[in-house]
């Protein structure tokens, strides 16, 4: 089987790149400067992508996108991840705007696609950890009018959103799958805390106190499992790219750092370490695209989320370690890196829920 880029999608691969090395995801200073603005990311990145047609690409043309498949979406997150990108590609485009495609909006879509709206999904609650069906969060009707009360936790790029995506329960009990809506509801309307991600972007919790909203139509329980899995496997790409970067960073750096004498790649426990991180990166790159082709209901986006975020993490611990004292200090990429994969090897379930899902599948 060959699993060459197509010619369209290798350009797709260069443009990205270009981009993020443009806009400074590896230069420690741009990066503090942007997590210092309102919303810890920046707008002219967002709308940059908009330009490309990056935010278009994973959704269907009836929806307004590009219609980009499964390969097209982890090539661009993998070259954003490669680029340490500020961007909320992954948790905030794929996540809720797969939820917005799938209940077929033409009010905010197009504004996500133009660059115009950030969105973010809210469906976790405190109670429930990484389960989007326990929903304490209550909607009822007055009138023609739709409001909402309850609170939301680790709401991604919750900061930085311009729309919320928030679930609410008509019927039911709190961890029943069913009885359960989606709504839309302009971020001025919400209470937002915010607080830093181990990334630096901007989370949040949410506080809704008879808060109106946007009902969409949608079957909650179908679309929130299909985005998930697209935002896994974006991310499983996402933390592939970051994971690359640090190889390529810390093999350069292991052969110009001398001690005893003599560069450190030259000795033989550095080497063998260095062997083994490759081959866990092209196990996980092999396991990656397995996933983007696979058609099994998720199964093997599970069995990647799980299997990249642990590969990627230890690559990375490898590379902080590689780089000794200075490797656990914000000076350098290598720690950066190390966090924006802790936090995407966590975005909607960590390596157990992955795992879980994957032995419900087998």
């Not at 490309?52 to 954003?80: H, K, Q, R, W, Y």
């Not at 008509?170 to 069913?178: E, F, I, L, M, N």
């Not at 949410?206 to 499992?225: G, M, N, T, W």
């Not at 063998?272 to 990656?288: I, N, P, W």
Request: with cysteine; proline share 3%; aromatic share 6%.
């Amino acid at each position: 089987m060959n699993f060459d880029l197509s010619e369209q999608q290798a350009l797709l691969k260069a443009m990205v790149e270009r981009f993020a090395r443009e806009r400074g995801g590896q230069d420690v200073e741009q990066r503090r400067a942007t997590r210092a603005l309102p919303g810890g990311m920046d707008r002219a990145g967002w709308q940059g992508l908009a330009a490309l047609g990056v935010l278009a690409l994973p959704f269907a043309e009836s929806a307004g996108g590009l219609g980009g498949g499964p390969v097209d979406l982890i090539t661009a997150a993998e070259a954003l991840g490669a680029g340490l990108a500020t961007e909320p590609f992954t948790e905030s485009l794929v996540m809720a705007g797969s939820l917005l495609e799938a209940a077929g909006d033409r009010q905010f879509l197009p504004g996500v696609i133009a660059g115009r709206l950030v969105p973010a999904a809210a469906l976790l609650e405190r109670a429930g950890r990484y389960n989007p069906f326990h929903v304490e969060t209550r909607a009822r009707t007055q009138g023609e009018r739709w409001l909402l009360s309850g609170a939301k936790s680790a709401v991604w790029q919750g900061g930085a959103a311009d729309l919320f995506l928030v679930s609410a329960r008509v019927s039911g009990a709190a961890r029943d799958r069913s009885g359960i809506s989606l709504f839309a509801v302009p971020a001025d309307r919400v209470e937002r805390r915010t607080w830093r991600a181990a990334d630096g972007s901007l989370a949040a919790e949410l506080a809704l106190r008879d808060v109106e909203a946007v009902p969409l139509d949608l079957d909650f329980p179908d679309a929130c499992e299909v985005a998930i899995r697209r935002t896994w496997l974006a991310a499983s790409a996402e933390m592939l790219g970051v994971a690359s970067m640090l190889f390529g960073t810390t093999l350069s750096y292991v052969k110009t750092r001398v001690q005893f004498g003599r560069p450190i790649g030259q000795f033989q426990a550095i080497q063998h370490r260095l062997a083994d991180a490759y081959v866990a990166l092209e196990q996980a790159r092999s396991l990656l695209y397995r996933a983007a082709l696979a058609e099994d209901g998720g199964r093997t986006i599970a069995g990647a989320k799980a299997y990249v975020g642990e590969a990627a993490t230890r690559l990375a611990h490898e590379a902080v370690q590689f780089h000794g004292g200075m490797g656990v200090t914000d000076e350098l990429i290598v720690g950066h890196g190390l966090k924006r994969i802790q936090m995407l090897a966590r975005l909607w379930g960590d390596g157990e829920v992955a795992i879980a899902r994957f032995a419900e599948a087998a």
